[in-house]
Structure formats: C-alpha cells, structure tokens
C-alpha cells in the first residue's frame, strides 16, 4: 500500500559479507520520494554492492544474501531478482555498460518493451507476428533523451558512439519506464566528460 506517511525507501541495518569478508555493516538510510542522495566512499568501500542489494541482483544472493530489511513505501520487501525490483518501480543503471553494442539507442532503450502494431498476417496468426512500430519507438527514446537535456543521436549505434553518450543511453532507458519511482546510478559520471556530467546533473 502507498502512503504519504512513509518514505519512498529505508534501508535498516544492512550487513553483507563475502565469504566472511565483511564488506557492509548496519547501513541505515531513508530516501523520500523527488530526494536525491549520493553516496560517497573510497573504491571497495561497498557502494556497488549496496546498490546491488537494492536491486535484488544474483551476485548477492549467490553469495549469501544479505543482513537487514529494506522498506519501500513502509513495506518490506525482498527482491530475489532485479525483475522483481523493476516490477517494483526501481531501475539502476549500473557501474558497468548493459547495453547491446550493435542495436541503435532507441533499440536499445526500448529492449523487450518495444512497441509493436498489427499487420495483416498478426491478424490471423496472433500478436507474437506484430510489426515494430518504429514511430511510436521514436516517440519513446526522443521523450527519455530530451528528459536529460543532452543530445545523442538516437539512431546510432552503440558501438559508434563515444562513451558518455552510451552512459545517457542507459539512464533513457530507466527514465522511459512508467513504474520508474526510484532510479540507482552507480557512478553516472565517471566515464561522463564535466561538460556531460554538468548537463546530467542540472537535468
Ligand atoms: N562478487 C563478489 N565476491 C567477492 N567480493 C566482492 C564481490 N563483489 C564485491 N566484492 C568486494 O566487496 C567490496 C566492496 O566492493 P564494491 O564493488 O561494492 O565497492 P565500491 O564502493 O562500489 O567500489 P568502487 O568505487 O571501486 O566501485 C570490495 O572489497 C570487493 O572486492
Ligand atoms: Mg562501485
């Protein structure tokens, strides 16, 4: 249930070892909703790996899972999977690039939310042979590209592009999902020029 009362998301207490290396211990914060909070710490401090708890990713469950509760909205809730978190309206856009080098921007930020129309043959045999409606796909990825006030050609692709403009690739995609609530950036600006990261940051 959503209310204004509680916070968009707490994070009580939260430890996490890999294989007994202690990495964090009692993290405790609260995030509201429209707030923007930036974690800092040395590398290795544990940044990437909180947000990977978060973000319900393999790794953490893989090694153990994790200490603590995390509340979104006043609920607990445990994201075995980053499906789960998405479903929850949390995106991240991670340390590493996700993207496909050989699809376009625009393929990219719509990947398995493409838009899709009926033609004659989907008529008869179903949905599953629809045609791509590249308009509306435009449509889209312009609409999350223009929310960050950078202009990268949405028609290129990945692999052409320099490497910030693969990093506002990524940051489209999360902002043109609907349920988005909550967006995790780990390290946005660290392959961003300060010009790039200027703009990201006023957007
Ligand atoms: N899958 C893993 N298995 C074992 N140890 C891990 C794993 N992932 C992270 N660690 C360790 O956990 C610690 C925290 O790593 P993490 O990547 O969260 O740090 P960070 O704060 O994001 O650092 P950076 O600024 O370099 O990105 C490090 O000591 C790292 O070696
Ligand atoms: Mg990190």
């Not at 042979?129 to 290129?156: F, H, P, Q, W």
């Not at 995609?173 to 609530?181: A, T």
């Amino acid at each position: 249930m959503t209310n204004n009362v509680n916070p968009l998301l707490q994070m009580q207490n939260i430890k996490k070892d890999f294989f007994g290396n202690q990495v964090l211990t009692d993290i405790n914060f609260t995030l509201g909703e429209g707030e923007v909070l930036g974690l800092c710490g040395e590398n290795g401090a544990g940044k990437s790996t909180l947000m990977k708890i978060l973000f319900g990713m393999d790794v953490i469950r893989e090694t153990g899972g994790y200490g603590g509760d995390i509340l979104i909205d006043g609920q607990k809730v445990e994201f075995n999977t980053p499906f789960d978190a998405l479903e929850a309206g949390i995106g991240m856009v991670h340390q590493e690039f996700s993207l496909i080098p050989g699809f376009s921007a625009t393929e990219n930020i719509l990947l398995n939310r493409e838009p899709c129309k009926k033609n004659i043959v989907s008529e008869v045999f179903g949905d599953r042979l629809n045609t791509l409606d590249y308009k509306e796909m435009d449509r889209r990825s312009s609409a999350a590209i223009e929310k960050m006030g950078v202009a990268i050609d949405a028609n290129m692709v990945i692999s052409d592009m320099p490497v910030g403009h693969k990093q506002f690739t990524e940051i489209a995609r999360e902002l043109s999902k609907d349920q988005l609530k909550l967006l995790i950036l780990d390290e946005p600006t660290a392959v961003l020029t300060e010009k790039e990261a200027e703009a990201l940051l006023e957007s």
